[in-house]
C-alpha cells in the first residue's frame, strides 16, 4: 500500500469532514478518535499545551479506511489499521520527520505500527505494563443491594473536590497531572460530567465521570474508590449511577476502560452489564540508534506521551 493515500492535516474541522460519518459508523472502536477530536474542535489545541495537532485520514477510492491523531509530544492514536495500513503510515511519518514517542490503538493496531515504526526508523518498542480492556454496555444491571447513601451530581461550586478526586485517580493510574485551578481547563478531566457516591451523613466515597456525548455514545471515565473505602459497594453503585444517566441522556452506545491488572473492577464492569470490546496497548519507543531505520529515513525522539 502506497503511503501517498494518507490525507494529513492540522485543521480538526477538515478531519471530521472528512471522516466524521466514518467515524460515527463505529463509535465503540473509535472512542479516542472522537473524543480527541472533539476536545480540540470545542477548546482548541492551545487549551492542551501542545503544539498543534496533526490528524489524518486513509482514503482510498473515496472511501475512508482508517484514521490517526497525533499531539505532539502526546501519543499517536490510531483507529484499527491491518498490517499493511500501519506500515504505509508508519512509512509516511518517517518520511516527514514526524516524532513519534508513543502509540495507543487496540492492541492488533498498535503491535503492528510499533513493529512498522521500528522498521523505518530503528526506535525500540517497549509494550507498556498497564493494559486495558474497552467494554460496552449491554443491558445495565444495577447492584442490588445497593450501599447506603446515595449519587449527586457535582457542579461548579465543586471544583476543589472534583480536582482533589480526579488529582488521586490520577495518580493511582500513574498520570503525571498538576490539578489546579490554573491547570484544569488544559487536562483531559475539565469536559466530564462527575457523580460523586455520598454516604447518608454527607461522606463522598466514591467518583465516576462521564464525556459528553459524542456519536451517540458516551464513555464512562473516571472510576475511583480510595483504597480503603473499597469492597463496600460503592464504586459500583456510582458506576451504575453514571451509565444510568447516560443511557438517559439518549446514548445508543456507553463504554468505558478497565485496568486488566484489576480482576475485581472487571468483574464489577460485567457484573453491570459491560462487554468485552477490544484489548487496547500502549508502546513507548526510545530512540533510534546513528543511523537505523534508514527505510523510513525517519526519527524517532523520546518524549512524554
Given at each position: ?56 485520514v ?37 518520511a ?12 492488533g ?15 525500540v ?65 475539565a ?24 456519536g ?36 445508543r ?53
Amino acid at each position: 500500500m502506497r503511503s501517498d493515500h494518507w490525507h494529513l492535516t492540522e485543521d480538526v474541522g477538515d478531519f471530521l469532514a472528512r471522516a466524521g460519518d466514518f467515524l460515527r459508523s463505529r463509535p465503540g472502536p473509535h472512542v479516542m478518535q472522537l473524543t480527541w477530536a472533539e476536545r480540540v474542535r470545542m477548546r482548541g489545541a492551545e487549551a492542551f499545551g501542545t503544539r498543534a495537532p496533526v490528524f489524518g485520514v486513509l482514503e482510498r477510492a473515496g472511501e475512508v479506511r482508517a484514521t490517526f491523531y497525533h499531539f505532539p509530544p502526546r501519543a499517536l492514536g490510531l483507529s484499527p489499521l491491518t498490517p499493511g495500513q500501519a506500515d504505509s503510515l508508519a512509512a509516511r511519518l518517517a518520511a516527514l520527520g514526524h516524532p513519534v514517542s508513543t502509540v495507543s490503538a487496540d492492541h492488533g493496531t498498535a503491535t503492528a505500527f510499533a513493529g512498522a515504526w521500528q522498521r523505518h526508523t530503528g526506535a525500540v518498542p517497549g509494550l507498556r505494563a498497564t493494559r486495558l480492556r474497552l467494554y460496552r454496555l449491554g443491558a445495565l444491571t444495577p447492584p442490588d443491594p445497593l450501599p447506603e447513601g446515595r449519587a449527586r451530581v457535582l457542579g461548579e461550586r465543586d471544583l476543589e473536590l472534583v480536582m482533589s478526586w480526579c488529582g488521586a485517580f490520577a495518580e493511582t493510574v500513574g498520570e503525571a497531572v498538576p490539578m489546579n485551578a490554573g491547570s484544569w481547563a488544559g487536562t483531559r478531566f475539565a469536559d466530564k460530567r462527575h457523580t460523586l457516591w455520598e454516604t447518608p451523613d454527607g461522606t463522598p466515597v466514591s467518583i465516576a465521570g462521564m464525556n459528553p456525548m459524542i456519536g451517540g455514545q458516551i464513555q464512562v471515565d473516571v472510576v475511583y474508590t480510595p483504597a480503603r473505602l473499597r469492597g463496600r459497594g460503592y464504586a459500583g453503585a456510582v458506576t451504575a449511577e453514571v451509565s444510568r444517566a447516560a443511557l438517559a441522556a439518549g446514548a445508543r452506545e456507553v463504554v468505558l476502560f478497565a485496568d486488566l491488572s484489576n480482576p475485581t473492577s472487571n468483574a464489577l464492569y460485567r457484573r453491570l452489564g459491560y462487554r468485552a470490546l477490544t484489548d487496547w496497548a500502549v508502546y513507548d519507543f526510545s530512540r533510534a540508534a546513528p543511523g537505523a531505520g534508514r527505510e523510513g529515513g525517519g526519527r524517532a525522539h523520546r518524549a512524554v506521551g
